[in-house]
């Protein structure tokens, strides 16, 4: 589709492009916008170009879902009518969503096109925490008095519907304060007269607007929503987030725990549009830690080398011993890091999840341990010789396998815990992190019995 919008755009056939923006989603649209922005090869003011030939009911559907970068473009492409239009058909949480990403003089030119009741509630949500409910809550709800019929409420919906987010689901207020939540599916299928404090649940799951927009976005999985109302201390209704709006905190926070396992501090940027510099600056931090932490694996190694040099065939089993632990770490640290992100555990549960891990250890550890001496007798007997690979030797390997596994499964499944205990987030004691502990710890439990076995 590049391609060809491309050849359309060379020579200057618009209507046929205007014909196939029509056809397409308004998601598509902006990733075929996006593809122009991203081409090197294209001159920057044909996505300017492009964007003024799409319908104006739709352009800012799809204004909203480009990134922040193409969109500032854009917006300094604009002239301040075509903002203003712009403006006027975001919703507000897309408006703010924009706004918390732009330059400062980019941010007062989008002010300066919204009338006074949109400043007015922009103002109002960017006071929000940035990780509340109140920094991701649309205003744009539709609410209903107790006291209406059916059909007034559906004269009302019709009347309000079509400049707001969503009317899927309603809201039943009493002096601003939240009493009842309905679906539109209940007014549709209830008698003209049938009052709505008699169809609406009044036992309605609302969230504070400084509760952590994960839990809440936790919440949407939980109960299957496709809103949920936010309210202030005194229950009174300020907005609604949406599921759309949910999503992208779940993608956010989720990219956000992938970067803390692979220990690196978190970006806000596609990866082909983060600088090489950003890209280092996000990375340096953890791996400079990282590799000064290793320094007790040498300094064990060196603590040691009479050991080795004793029996040198102990060395080349520090790589697996090193390599089983971090694995067995890892294992344990994010089937907890998930459970905890969903949940299911949280620091009451240390002892009955050290406990399951324990019995999971003993388990892999004794069926590791058996194959490597199966291993170490088939394989490292034919190529090291019988007279390395001792039954002593083995006993040393396969003992460490197992005590490795068992401590390092301990490790992986404690730490997260820890961390969500005093308040840092679990991703962090992922992968890295465990596995530098483990390879220090497992040389000490691999020479501990080298030196009581082998006597060396």
Known sequence: MFNTVLELLKSRNYKAIREIFMDMNEADVAALLQQFYDDHEVEKYELPLLFRLLNKDVAADVFAYMDSDTQMMLINAFTDKELQEIVDDLYLDDTVDIIEEMPANVVARIIKSADAETRKQINQILKYPKDSAGSIMTTEYVYLHRS??????????????????????????????????????????????????????????????????????????????????VVDRENRMVGIVTFDDAMDVIEEETTEDFEKMAAMLPSDKPYLRAGVFDTWKARMPWLLILMLSATFTGMILNHYENALAACLVLNSYIPMLSGTGGNSGTQASVAVIRALSLGEVDFSDVLAVLWKEVRVAFLCGAALAAANFVKMQLVDRALLGNSEVTMAVCLVVCLTVMFVVIFAKCVGCSLPLLAEKIGLDPAVMASPFITTIVDATSLLIYFALASAILGI
Do not use: C, Q
């Open 148 to 229: 209406y019929t059916a059909k007034e409420a559906l004269d009302w919906i019709r009347h309000v519907g079509m400049v707001k987010e969503t009317v899927n689901t309603l809201y039943v207020t009493e002096n601003r304060k939240l009493v009842g939540v309905l679906s539109l599916l209940d007014i549709v299928t209830a008698d003209d007269n049938d009052k709505i404090e008699d169809i609406m649940e009044d036992n309605v799951i609302s969230v504070d607007t400084l509760e952590d927009k994960e839990y809440v976005a936790s919440m949407f999985s939980k109960y299957d929503f496709l809103s949920l109302p």
